[in-house]
């Protein structure tokens, strides 16, 4: 999965009962949002922040934590905005990425040199560039909708929305040796998928682009896909959905993560609003894949 980079955020404290309904009322402002309790301390007030890869409506997130104060009967937090450097998330993971097995896949790393389970089909990634924030949770649910929707036949034609290493697009090309077109907004991230694809024998199969959405015509042209995955982050996803459903075939299915459980009806309500309705939900931990269609 390819994030933005997150470089503004805000931040303010509240007390625990009143954390996630705050959060709730700011994550449509947000790229990514978190709420947590402060480890070692179960009375002090919880934190809640928030990140974007652009400037916030500062006005408006005042606005929505003093409607939501007044909602619930407190005094308003005082909300602090900042600024920071990214992380290099690509040294974090190398040193602490494991195999994952989910369904029929294996992902593994380059260093992995024991033989692949049996039954299962491996795929071959580096482990910074393929999970990007860490946060493995949403490949593994996205893996696990995957493997599912194999179950009820062919696919022919796949878009991995947000590719980033193009994990999600390999996983379909392996299991139905479909077409696929993967696009990111992330330049690198595009070189990287199609090294991956021709690491994984399967370059024959994908068609890696730099694009924003669906900007680029030749998503658009390459449609209508049977399957589309976008493993993003909940504010796009929602954004998208329009042009979304109209490169989607009509017996087509996407498979949504990179959401909180709680952005769930943040993000379905706009796909239902163009006509898609959800068919299985994927949970693990705190984060949620949908399978929509």
């Known amino acids: 999965m390819t994030e933005p980079v997150l470089?503004?955020?805000?931040?303010?404290?509240?007390?625990?009962?009143?954390?996630?309904a705050f959060a709730e009322a700011l994550y449509e402002y947000c790229d990514a949002l978190s709420h947590f309790e402060r480890p070692g301390d179960p009375s002090a007030p919880w934190k809640v922040?928030?990140?974007a890869g652009e400037q916030f409506d500062k006005a408006g997130i005042e606005t929505a934590v003093s409607i939501m104060a007044s909602a619930v009967g407190i005094e308003a937090p005082v909300v602090t905005f900042g600024r920071y450097e990214p992380k290099d998330w690509v040294s974090e993971n190398l040193r602490s990425f494991k195999p994952i097995s989910v369904g029929r896949f294996f992902v593994h790393g380059s260093h992995w040199e024991e033989d692949l389970p049996v039954a299962k089909l491996g795929l071959q990634v580096d482990a910074g560039l393929a999970f990007g924030s860490g946060e493995h949770q949403t490949t593994?649910?996205?893996l696990a909708a995957i493997d599912w929707v194999a179950k009820l036949g062919p696919r022919y034609n796949a878009l991995d929305m947000g590719c980033g290493s193009g994990i999600l697009g390999m996983a379909c090309a392996k299991t139905w040796r479909s077409?696929?077109?993967?696009a990111d907004i992330d330049a690198a991230s595009v070189r990287v998928a199609q090294e991956n694809a021709k690491l994984n024998k399967i370059a024959d199969l994908v068609t890696a682009i730099h694009s924003n959405g669906?900007?680029?015509?030749?998503?658009?042209?390459?449609?209508?896909?049977?399957?589309?995955c976008a493993n993003i982050l909940a504010r796009p996803l929602r954004a998208m959905a329009h042009d979304l459903a109209h490169t989607l075939s009509e017996d087509g299915v996407v498979v949504l993560s990179g959401l909180l459980s709680h952005q769930e009806q943040f993000v379905l309500s706009a796909?239902?609003?163009?006509?898609?309705?959800?068919?299985?939900?994927?949970?693990v931990e705190n984060w949620t894949t949908l399978l929509v269609g």
């Open 7 to 20: 470089c503004y955020n805000f931040q303010f404290e509240v007390d625990g009962a009143y954390a996630e």
């Open 49 to 51: 922040e928030g990140f």
């Open 140 to 142: 593994k649910g996205c």
């Open 179 to 182: 077409t696929v077109m993967m």
């Open 214 to 228: 669906f900007q680029d015509t030749r998503v658009r042209d390459a449609g209508y896909y049977d399957i589309i």
């Open 271 to 283: 796909y239902r609003e163009v006509g898609l309705s959800l068919i299985k939900r994927f949970k």
